[in-house]
Structures are given as structure tokens and as C-alpha cells.
């Protein structure tokens, strides 16, 4: 079966940093790009970040350049997205999700459960 | 940037009775490919969200056949034939034809 777990979720102050991690399992991770999406609070889907299957092929939203990066290590099937420079409107649910094809974005279909970052003094 | 803009922001329906979302792109999704890569997701109170309808009309595996999409170029509908209690929650029409991706506001299905 089909599984994304994230994790590295937490309370960070502003200012502060964040690894999160999506651990992937059932599949064949290297085939396939991933992307980040986050939810705020009682809001709607917003797209933070996709990466290729080769670990080559990065995008971000305009928000998140230059303070978050998207990796992968293929050989331990995760996915990661480091945070710095961390701002309260960066407070979030984030949500992996896989992509049906080594290069992004011919859709999305799986995806995890999500990690709630909380940027907070 | 797409705009995607979804109507209408709420949605109460009747258990059993039909439903119908739009969704507008401020541009065509038409993909250099052929594609046109758009996307219904619901998001269940709680839940992370779920992939129902991939490239305007396809069905993701599991998706009951009371849910159904269709459009062209920039604008998109899904439809809900009859509506269940398990239906209630919110749907997104995602593009990802184009970074950045976007997604609609959502819509709301509630029942009366």
C-alpha cells in the first residue's frame, strides 16, 4: 500500500528553523517527483514546493524562496523540506504528496496526513 | 500566476439530490502536451485531502462513479450526482499544469 508519513512538525519561535520530513513507503520513491503543500489555520491549499524524482527540478512558491528547500534522499525514500527564517504566517498544517511521474506536475494523487507547525513567541 | 476561482463558496444540498461546483483558471491549463492538468480534491472535517478527479474527468481509484468531472481550456465542473452524508466537506479544483500550482478557495458541501 501506498503510504506518505510526514513528521518534524513543531513549536518554533520566529526567526527560528524546521526539518520536515515525508517518509514514503509501497512505491518505487525515485520514480516519482513530490511536492509540499500547506494549510493554515481555517484556510484553504496552498503549494510550497515540488522536487523531481532525481532530486533535480526544484520550485517554490514566491513566499518561501530563499527560506525553505526541498530535498530528497532516494536511498532512504524521503522527502524533506528545510525551514529558516520562519514567519507566524508560515504556522501550518504540511501536507506531502506525490506526483504521478518522475518529472512534476502531471497531478497529484497521494497523499500523507500532514505536520502542524506552529511559529509562535 | 493562475487564478483559480471556485463558486459557489458554499454548498448546501438535500441528501440524495445533486451538487455542482465550478471552477474558472484565469488561463488556459491546456499543458504544451496536450494535458489539461486539473484536479478535484475533497477535504473531509479533519482530514488530509483526497485525490477525486485527475486531468478534468478521470476517476482516482476508489472514487465512487457519483462523482464526475468535465471542462475545457478554463473552466471546470464537478458534479455530484446524488449526494451522501459522507460527501460533506470541502473541494478544491487544483492546477498543476503550471508553476506555481494553485487551488481554487474551496467550496463548502454541507447538508441542509
Known amino acids: 500500500e501506498v503510504h506518505l508519513l510526514e513528521s518534524g512538525g513543531g513549536l518554533v519561535q520566529p526567526g527560528g528553523s524546521l526539518r520536515l520530513s515525508c517518509a514514503a513507503s509501497g512505491f518505487t520513491f525515485a520514480n516519482y517527483a513530490m511536492i509540499w503543500v500547506r494549510q493554515a489555520p481555517g484556510k484553504g491549499l496552498e503549494w510550497v514546493s515540488a522536487?523531481?524524482?532525481?532530486?533535480?527540478?526544484?520550485n517554490y512558491a514566491d513566499s518561501m524562496k530563499g527560506r525553505f528547500t526541498i530535498s530528497r534522499d532516494n536511498s532512504k525514500n524521503i522527502l524533506y523540506l528545510q525551514m529558516n527564517s520562519l514567519r507566524l504566517e508560515d504556522t501550518a498544517v504540511y501536507f506531502c504528496?506525490?506526483?504521478?511521474?518522475?518529472?512534476?506536475?502531471?497531478?497529484?494523487?497521494?497523499w500523507g496526513q500532514g505536520t502542524t507547525v506552529t511559529v509562535s513567541s | 500566476d493562475i487564478v483559480m476561482t471556485q463558486t459557489p463558496l458554499s454548498s448546501p444540498v438535500t441528501l440524495g439530490q445533486p451538487a455542482s461546483i465550478s471552477c474558472r483558471s484565469s488561463?488556459?491549463?491546456?499543458?504544451?502536451?496536450?494535458?489539461?492538468?486539473l484536479s478535484w480534491l475533497q477535504q473531509r472535517p479533519g482530514q488530509p485531502p483526497r485525490v477525486l478527479i485527475y486531468k478534468i474527468s478521470n476517476r482516482f481509484s476508489g472514487v465512487p462513479d457519483r462523482f464526475s468531472g468535465s471542462g475545457a481550456g478554463t473552466d471546470f465542473t464537478l458534479k455530484i450526482s446524488r449526494v451522501e452524508a459522507e460527501d460533506v466537506g470541502v473541494y478544491y479544483c487544483?492546477?498543476?499544469?503550471?508553476?506555481?500550482?494553485?487551488f481554487g478557495g474551496g467550496t463548502k458541501v454541507e447538508i441542509k
Open positions: 522536487i523531481g524524482g532525481r532530486g533535480t527540478g526544484t
Open positions: 504528496a506525490r506526483v504521478p511521474g518522475i518529472d512534476c506536475c502531471g497531478g497529484v494523487d497521494v
Open positions: 487544483m492546477q498543476t499544469t503550471q508553476f506555481p500550482l494553485t
Open positions: 488561463q488556459s491549463l491546456v499543458h504544451s502536451n496536450g494535458n489539461t492538468y
